[in-house]
């Protein structure tokens, strides 16, 4: 899987959008992204996930860029709730069946 | 509908003892994983089922670490002769199928194991 990078933590009003980037420089062509998010005390819960094509949910809107080194979750009106863990991870099923959380980015919702 | 359940929430144990954990994934999800996870960093990967079978162990640490999924439900990971270093949060996952593109996990809450 290829590696991901996103900042330690950010910060966010409440009600406003907010955006978590994350670069995937050597990502390769068949490798999805995907965004889980940990809520304190609570497991890793899925978010959303694209290959090429900007996505959006019921829950946020992943933007990834056209040649695939990065993307960007959007949340778009951050609640207190929304404070988390949020990992990014490149992904695909090659008989892989693991997935390979880095370090994430702290969200706090301030409000 | 219910969740990933695991149990217990919290386990206290002694350096040596023997250790078990209980995962009873989402009804009907033939893909089930564990992940440990120490403070500070995000889940680490240890052994994925498929059906009763481990289809990937690499991820246990050493032969202290065994899990069993008997009847292809509920699985147990089981730690021998804990150490100290084996504390930290031990989350299950399940998803419907593996071997798919889409690899949606649901995790349960995990159980924090503390060994004195």
């Known amino acids: 899987d290829a590696k991901t990078t996103q900042p330690t933590s950010m910060d966010c009003a409440e009600g406003r959008a907010a955006n978590l980037p994350c670069n995937h420089s050597?990502?390769?062509?068949?490798?999805?992204v995907y965004w889980y998010r940990q809520i304190h005390s609570q497991g890793p819960q899925y978010i959303i996930h694209?290959?090429?094509n900007n996505e959006t949910n019921e829950m946020a809107s992943l933007i990834i860029t056209e040649d695939r080194k990065s993307s960007t979750l959007i949340l778009p009106h951050a609640t207190l709730r929304d404070t988390a863990v949020y990992y990014c991870?490149?992904?695909?099923?090659?008989?892989?069946?693991?997935?390979?959380f880095g370090t994430g980015t702290r969200l706090t919702i301030i409000p | 509908g219910a969740g990933v359940s695991q149990t217990p929430s919290n386990k206290v144990t002694e350096k040596g003892k023997y250790v078990e954990l209980r995962c009873d994934p989402i009804?009907?999800?033939?893909?089930l994983y564990w992940y440990r996870q120490s403070l500070g960093q995000g889940p680490e990967f240890l052994i994925y089922?498929?059906?009763?079978?481990?289809?990937?162990d690499s991820g246990l640490p050493n032969d202290r670490f065994f899990a069993v999924r008997p009847e292809g439900s509920v699985s147990t990971l089981k730690i021998q002769r804990t150490e100290r270093g084996d504390s930290a949060v031990y989350l299950c996952?399940?998803?419907?199928?593996?071997?798919?593109?889409?690899?949606?996990?649901?995790f349960g809450a995990g159980t924090r194991l503390s060994v004195l």
């Open positions: 996952a399940s998803s419907p199928t593996g071997g798919l593109a889409k690899n949606i996990q649901y």
């Open positions: 050597t990502i390769s062509g068949n490798e999805y």
């Open positions: 694209g290959l090429k």
């Open positions: 991870i490149a992904w695909i099923n090659f008989g892989n069946e693991k997935l390979t």
């Open positions: 009804s009907g999800h033939t893909a």
């Open positions: 089922f498929q059906g009763t079978g481990a289809a990937d």
